[in-house]
């Protein structure tokens, strides 16, 4: 026996954290620094301890987190994952241009912002959503009724969504450099807008930002949340099938200047703006 | 080398967490359970005689996941204000929550799928109601005991108009129960906590909208003319 729902949203909890974390890595081997991979799996291990542990704690024993205090968490650590992804997006974009016209050893020193900001990336892409999963997975544990089943579905949908992570970074190191680094930072910066989206549903929930029931749409009766599709919108772009309007304004205003500037036409290293000069550098 | 970053992201976890206030189940009142269907959402109980937190433990006895949701009113008298939630909660399994309730009513939602307005139970909630849209808001607790000839630690309090308190009343007596009602500047009650218990806690959260002087006394037998009573200055 299997539960479908249970499995469901084991990949919706994981697939998100994977396809970031599964970027990351690519973006690092197809750098030529495997040895820095490492230091992201600090971060992460780091991230899946502490929130099984916590929500452990949560779970087993009489202690409780109040739902403002998780939403508060969840909203900023969100909030927090952003900014570190975003900063990483660009500062790989920075690095990969040393690929085209420096020595392979340059990018030893490119990498020098090191093994913490790429294990506190990690940290955040995985923690952010950890301590909710942790908990959704013991209480899957301690279930009375049905265990094994719980315990195997819950479990099976992370580990989907772990398979998935892995496939999309075996595939993109299949790419060829310019369209990889292009297309995959892209894939970040829109999976980052909807951890931004999420972020701010968070804070609403919590009630520190004001809106809550003010949607901009609500078409959760076409795109069921707990359907397959709902699940892998929810999972890939964090797509909400009843959005705030705040929401909605936040994903368009972190979305659109940041794809601008990440698509605009890379520049030499000098900092005055003269696009026209160096549009094709 | 990994072990710096180790000892960074631990420490900024901990802190991150730390946000969070953890507090111990409710000790006097039981666990209330939700038995939460695809179509049906039972809760045990509706009822609450007095402000305080109610602790929940959903179970979901139906296929598909779900989630549920404590609301209070919010502006324009719809239940829309979350009071307490919690998310994910699979076929099979159970989840445990808490909500820290003020006087008055309450709908508990039950959102087979995760979505729509849900199935809702009214509940309700005895006690100082806390009119305007937040439900549970207060701006600052006042902590003081009852004893048998005088409520100890609200001397010298003082309030500014407006001022929401949550006001949580220590019984220290040994064998008598304590109430603490207070009266506005117009002699009419302005709210109170209820009958509490030796050896037990008390909490309203009151609003105090004028100013003026306040009175304050315990109502239960002659208890005042022992000394429970008193006054306190808002601004």
Redesign the interface.
């Known amino acids: 026996m299997f539960?479908v729902?249970?499995f469901?949203?084991g990949l919706r909890?994981g697939l998100e954290a994977s396809l970031v974390v599964g970027i990351l890595i690519a973006y690092l081997v197809k750098l030529g620094r495997r040895d820095a991979v490492?230091?992201l799996w600090?971060?992460v291990v780091?991230?899946v301890v502490?929130s099984l542990g916590?929500g452990a704690v949560l779970q087993f024993t009489?202690?409780?987190?109040?739902?403002e205090?998780?939403e508060?968490?969840g909203g900023?650590?969100s909030l927090v994952a952003v900014g570190f992804v975003t900063w990483m997006v660009f500062w790989m974009r920075r690095t990969a241009r040393f690929l085209k016209t420096e020595l392979h050893g340059r990018l030893t020193t490119a990498l020098t912002l090191g093994?913490?900001a790429?294990?506190?990336t990690g940290?955040v892409a995985v923690?952010r959503e950890g301590?909710?999963t942790a908990?959704?997975l013991w209480?899957?544990v301690?279930?009375?009724?049905?265990p094994v089943?719980?315990t195997s579905?819950?479990f099976g949908g992370l580990l989907a969504s772990v398979v998935l992570g892995y496939a999309f970074y075996k595939g993109a190191l299949n790419l060829n450099l310019k369209t990889f680094f292009t297309w995959t930072g892209a894939a970040l910066v829109v999976v980052a807008a909807g951890v931004c989206s999420y972020g701010i549903h968070d804070l609403q929930?919590a009630?520190l930002l004001p809106g809550?029931?003010t949607l901009a749409f609500d078409v959760?009766?076409t795109i069921?949340?707990?359907s397959w599709y709902g699940t892998l919108l929810k999972g890939i772009f964090n797509f909400q099938?009843?959005t705030t309007v705040l929401q909605a304004v936040a994903w368009v205003a972190y979305l659109a200047p940041v794809l601008w500037l990440f698509f605009r036409p890379s520049r030499a290293a000098v900092p005055a703006p003269t696009p026209q000069q160096t549009a094709s550098v | 080398m990994p072990a710096r970053p180790a000892l960074v992201i631990v420490a900024l976890g901990l802190a991150l967490v730390g946000c969070g206030t953890a507090t111990s189940a409710a000790d006097s009142s039981a666990t209330v359970a939700i038995k939460a269907g695809d179509s049906t959402c039972e809760v045990a109980k509706t009822s609450f005689a007095a402000p305080g937190t109610i602790a929940f433990e959903v179970q979901n006895v139906g296929k598909d996941v779900t989630e549920v949701y404590v609301y209070g009113k919010g502006s324009g008298g719809t239940f829309n204000k979350i009071a307490g939630e919690v998310e994910n909660i699979a076929p099979g399994t159970s989840r445990a929550f808490e909500v820290k309730v003020s006087g008055g009513d309450y709908e508990v939602a039950c959102k087979p799928g995760q979505k729509g307005s849900g199935t809702r139970t009214a509940l309700h909630v005895t006690g100082a109601s806390t009119t305007g849209t937040s439900a549970a808001a207060y701006d600052r607790e006042v902590e003081f005991s009852a004893r048998d000839d005088s409520f100890l630690g609200l001397t010298g309090l003082t309030a500014k108009a407006g001022e929401r308190i949550e006001f949580s009343m220590k019984n220290t007596s040994s064998n008598h129960p304590h109430e603490f009602e207070v009266f506005g500047p117009d002699g009419k009650v302005v709210g109170e906590i209820g009958p509490t218990g030796p050896g037990t806690t008390g909490e309203a959260i009151l609003e105090l909208t004028t100013a003026g002087t306040y009175t304050y006394m315990c109502g239960i037998s002659d208890h005042a003319s022992r000394g429970l009573r008193g006054s306190f200055t808002v601004r």
Request: proline share 7%.
């Open positions: 539960s729902p249970t469901l949203i909890e490492s230091s600090v971060g780091a991230a502490l916590f009489s202690a409780n987190l109040s739902f205090a998780q508060r968490f900023f650590a093994p913490l790429l294990a506190l940290f923690g301590l909710e908990l959704f209480s899957a301690q279930s009375t009724q049905q089943v719980s579905s819950a929930e009630g809550l029931n959760s009766n069921a949340p707990s099938p009843a």
